[in-house]
């Protein structure tokens, strides 16, 4: 019973370095969302999709792309990485049908030296 | 734009101590509210929701909270707090007119409890 999947757990990159980070749901949910936690500041949406080829931007999009080729996979990337962009990323599914409650992963705990 | 507030960064109650969290809202009309919550080092998890109807709305792990809608609040309480209860508290809401697709969290809240 998996749910939503991230890939990878822990990543360490270097200033302008590029990553991509791989949600993965089963769950055949509608939407699916990308959020950063930083202390004190809860979380921030980076961006969202409300169905397969869609993307919208959150409240805090710079820096990211998105893509959602396939319903089941949502992938975020950083094209040149920034040490501002340190933080840990969650990514987060809801179904179409079912007003809010968001499933979310475990999250990706990344590093920008 | 809807936004919430968490005005308690940090909280610590004894074990078997009742529990309040506050939320805070900023939102034209009644919104969709949520309380998450998160232990070390993993995602989030729903503790209960509220839609409409009763204000009064009862969770998991015995959790409840209240939509007051004059204070624009909605409150986490517990009677009785479990050690295992020690974790970050979040509060969320969503708005109607996009069938709350899109959630603003608050700060959060670190609960620490004392055996």
């Known amino acids: 019973n998996a749910g939503v999947t991230q890939t990878p757990k822990f990543r360490v990159l270097k200033t302008g370095q590029s990553m991509t980070l791989l949600c993965a749901q089963d769950m055949n949910h509608e939407y699916m969302y990308w959020y950063r936690q930083d202390p004190g500041m809860g979380l921030r949406l980076i961006h969202y999709s409300v169905g397969e080829g869609t993307t919208a931007k959150g409240e805090v999009p710079d820096g990211y792309n998105v893509s959602r080729l396939k319903k089941q996979n949502f992938l975020l990337g950083l094209e040149s990485a920034a040490p501002s962009q340190t933080s840990v990323y969650f990514c987060a599914s809801r179904s179409g049908q079912n007003t809010g409650e968001l499933f979310f992963g475990e999250g990706s705990r990344l590093t920008v030296l | 734009a809807q936004s919430v507030t968490q005005p308690d960064i940090h909280i610590t109650v004894s074990e078997g101590a009742s529990l309040e969290l506050r939320c805070n809202y900023s939102y034209g009309a009644t919104p969709y509210l949520f309380w998450y919550v998160q232990s070390p080092g993993q995602g989030l998890q729903l503790l209960l929701k509220y839609f409409s109807g009763d204000t009064l709305v009862q969770g998991i792990k015995g959790f409840e909270a ?38 603003t969290f608050g700060e959060g809240t670190q609960l620490t409890v004392n055996p």
Do not use: I, M
């Open chain 2, 66 to 103: 209240e939509f007051k809608r004059s204070q624009s609040s909605f409150n986490l309480r517990k009677p009785s707090v479990h050690w295992s209860d020690a974790a970050e508290y979040f509060c969320a809401v969503g708005a109607r007119e996009t069938s709350g697709s899109r959630l």
